[in-house]
């Protein structure tokens, strides 16, 4: 079974996978306990719009989507913030214009555009330089935000009482949604727009049944996505299997296995 | 910036202080000037802007018009070091995964604590035992009863040493600390470092006979003074309207003077 890794596509599928474990782990604990799940996914709908608009006008899909996918992010927060409309209508409002969107893009390129379908399913085996590169960007970017984690996991707990002792809550907001849609635009690429979300959300949620602190949930929702990424590669490998898919379930199995072990207590 | 105490400043200044939500007027020129050291009880209607109030001391919501400072400053020049905050423990969102510990950790840091250090762990631990909470320390928050809750949102408080407590009805709605056992608590804290307590409360009798001061609120300010004079049956019937309960007051109020 180790030889597999010495195949240089594979080494190339897990280190891209282990990045992106790493950054879904580190940011999916504040998207679940922040009751933004919907928001991956949302954001992933939004991203594609912007890879449309990028091969509509004959840019690299990639640049086009990370400003889209960023200022669809912002505009979220900014809904979330200035009216009374719920976090989940916000993002399902600009999901469903981003998509639109992207669908009519594709359309006025009026040629066969498989390249889309990449983003669709996305295709972790074929990871290019440049993906690798820009996911190890933002590992690197995230990495200079570990002295923020205090702050925003403070203003996760109690927003309130983060705001009175002057945590800068809104601005947090802004920075903490940017963020996340980079993390979306790079993992898309992997994973694909379909799956995106369950990266973010469901090793954070695994974490959450046996974490007895957040640090913990960060630290469990990392190991869940390590193992199932690395895990995920070699079945799919073996069986054939789609990989991105093949990952996603392996999480799905380490959350459903959790939920029945640790029942909640009282 | 310099944060040494203003000695001799009143606690909370506040003066033509008017708050609006929208065309929704929350306070409505208010004027008031606490003492440092005194224990302020604030009653009045649900609605009555009582929280507002409150959250325009800690800086959290902006005054429409009018000026507010605390410990002699303006909010936003107050080092947040020197004010406790209890929220109502309605807030707390029980799916976070936390350890009193951290909770508490929380008031000293201003921020959520990865690992504690062992100073922090002592001062914490300190802070949960003198509430009589020490055995809570390493239990997960989210499973706490409201007495525990209200123990360990004391503590948090607490830790960080603060000139000025503001507590958000921190008795009512479930099953409580004996009341006894948290004025003790307060006055304890109180007698030992002269801070000034602004608490919010539906309990007109231990208003009664804990607090040094106590306001009336109902969108104005109806009474501010010693209870006796505060929680008169004039003040609490223009505040409440319903005239039952401020006249059995007023006549319970009127047997225990007698007595
Ligand atoms: N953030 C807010 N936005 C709009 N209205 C608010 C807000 N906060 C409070 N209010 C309104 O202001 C009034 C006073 O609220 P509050 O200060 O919470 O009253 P109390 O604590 O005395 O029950 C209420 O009518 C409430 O609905
Ligand atoms: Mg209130």
């Known amino acids: 079974m180790l030889e597999v890794w010495s195949l240089p596509f594979m080494q190339r599928a897990l280190l891209a996978g282990l990045v992106m474990a790493l950054l879904a782990g580190y940011y999916g604990p504040f998207v679940v306990q922040r009751g933004l799940s919907f928001l991956g996914s949302g954001l992933a709908h939004a991203a594609f719009g912007g890879v449309a608009l ?8 990639l640049w086009v989507a990370v400003p889209f996918t ?48 990449t983003y669709l399913f996305g295709s972790i085996l074929a990871v290019a330089p440049a993906d690798l590169w820009a996911s190890l960007a933002l590992l690197a970017l995230t990495a200079l935000t570990l002295p923020l984690w205090g702050r925003w996991a403070y203003a996760t707990f109690d927003r309130e009482l983060a705001a009175a002792d002057r945590v800068p809550v809104v601005l947090d907001d802004y920075l903490l949604a940017f963020l996340v849609a980079l993390v979306v635009v790079v993992a898309m690429k992997l994973v694909g727009l379909l799956l995106v979300a369950a990266f973010l959300v469901i090793p954070a949620a695994a974490a959450r049944q046996w974490a007895r602190t957040f640090l913990g949930m960060v630290v469990g929702a990392v190991l869940v996505g390590t193992f199932s990424v690395f895990a995920g590669l070699l079945i799919s490998y073996g069986y054939d299997l789609p990989s991105g898919a093949t990952v996603v379930l392996l999480q799905a199995f380490v959350f459903t296995a959790a939920a029945l072990v640790f029942r909640r207590a009282s | 910036m310099n944060a040494a105490p203003q ?16 065309d929704h007027l929350a306070l409505e020129d208010v004027n008031l ?8 009880a604030i009653v009045g209607p649900n609605g009555a802007g009582k929280s507002t109030l409150l959250k325009v001391l800690l800086g959290l919501v902006p005054p429409s018009s009018g000026r507010v400072r605390i410990l002699g400053r303006p909010t936003d020049g107050v080092d947040p070091r020197r004010i406790g905050y209890v929220p109502q423990f309605k807030t707390l969102d029980r799916t976070f995964p936390a350890l009193a510990e951290e909770l508490v950790a929380s008031g000293l840091r201003r921020a959520w604590p990865g690992r504690l250090t062992p100073a922090e762990r002592a001062r914490v631990r300190a802070a949960l035992e003198r509430v009589g909470a020490g055995q809570l320390i390493g239990r997960p928050v989210g499973r706490f009863s409201g007495g525990e809750l209200q123990r360990v949102y004391l503590a948090r408080a607490f830790v960080r040493r603060p000139q000025l407590v503001m507590l958000d009805e921190p008795a009512t709605g479930i099953d409580v600390l004996g009341e006894a056992d948290m004025y003790r608590l307060l006055e304890d804290y109180q007698r030992e470092t002269g801070a000034t307590l602004l608490m919010i409360t539906h309990d007109w009798e231990a208003a009664y006979h804990h607090a040094t001061h106590v306001i009336v609120l109902n969108r104005r300010l109806i ?9 008169s049956e004039r003040c609490l019937r223009e505040a409440f309207g319903h005239v039952g309960h401020a006249h059995g007051f007023a006549m319970v109020l009127e047997g225990e003077r007698r007595a």
């Open chain 1, 54 to 61: 990028g091969l509509l006008l004959g840019l690299e899909p």
């Open chain 1, 70 to 117: 960023a200022a669809v992010a912002l505009g979220i927060t900014w809904v979330r913030e200035r009216t009374h409309i719920r976090g989940d209508t916000a993002v399902g409002i600009f999901f469903a214009f981003s998509m639109a969107l992207g669908i009519v893009f594709l359309s006025l390129k009026r040629e066969y555009t498989a390249e889309a379908f």
């Open chain 2, 7 to 22: 000695k001799g400043s009143p606690a909370v200044e506040v003066e033509h202080l008017t708050v609006r939500f929208g």
């Open chain 2, 33 to 40: 000037t606490v003492p440092a050291g005194a224990f302020v």
């Open chain 2, 223 to 231: 009474g501010f003074g010693p209870p006796e004079r505060a929680l």
